[in-house]
T-cell receptor, first 115, second 115 residues
């Protein structure tokens, strides 16, 4: 079974631009969560989608948005990029939302560099 | 609010020595606790998880962790370190009973294994 895939793996943008990152969950998984990983702030939760609905949102500005499609694929968008948005963006998928027995599987991440 | 604290951002052990990575949690209710490992340029891989079934949890690659409510701890151990264990390890907590997969991560511990 294929794992969680994220595209692109690497991305370089300049300040003020916008970017869209994509995540394809494991087949059959309906929950997708996004995390930002930086050396300074560590791993921080961005948002979670389940069956096309946002279930939870982290403490990030409105420039960060996401969505989930009917096939469970998810995208996140960052508008008006800032230097501080440079990070590894990780996506995780699972069967359900909030079930203790469920395991979240992480993708390899998208490394975003903002110049 | 839930939180986890990982003591020691860097730990170095010799090959064959005991590995002990510390994690303390803060929670008003019994939490779900996780240990993840991250190898360079990769996503997170689940090592093990505690969901109140058994206090001693065995994971992959010979790792285990013991949930100690009295000490609010969930330390990760491995009897004998291998060179391939060199990686960054993250302890995480999720809200029990919450309809969300949101994970709150510790700051991570970078494990070095010396030959």
């Amino acid at each position: 079974k294929a794992g969680v895939t994220q595209t692109p793996r690497y991305l370089i943008k300049t300040r003020g631009q916008q970017v869209t990152l994509s995540c394809s969950p494991i087949s059959g998984h309906r929950s997708v969560s996004w995390y930002q990983q930086t050396p300074g702030q560590g791993l921080q939760f961005l948002f979670e989608y389940f069956s096309e609905t946002q279930r939870n949102k982290g403490n990030f500005p409105g420039r960060f948005s996401g969505r989930q499609f009917s096939n469970s694929r998810s995208e996140m968008n960052v508008s008006t990029l800032e230097l501080g948005d440079s990070a590894l963006y990780l996506c995780a998928s699972s069967w359900t939302s909030g079930a203790s027995t469920d395991t979240q599987y992480f993708g390899p991440g998208t490394r975003l560099t903002v110049l | 609010a839930q939180s986890v604290t990982q003591l020691g951002s860097h730990v170095s052990v010799s090959e064959g020595a005991l590995v002990l990575l510390r994690c303390n949690y803060s929670s008003s209710v019994p939490p779900y606790l996780f240990w993840y490992v991250q190898y360079p340029n990769q996503g997170l891989q689940l090592l093990l998880k505690y969901t109140s079934a058994a206090t001693l949890v065995k994971g992959i690659n010979g790792f285990e962790a013991e949930f100690k409510k009295s000490e609010t701890s969930f330390h990760l151990t491995k009897p004998s370190a291998h060179m391939s264990d060199a990686a960054e390890y993250f302890c995480a907590v999720s809200d029990r009973g919450g309809a969300t997969n949101k994970l709150i991560f510790g700051t991570g511990t970078l494990l070095a294994v010396q030959p």
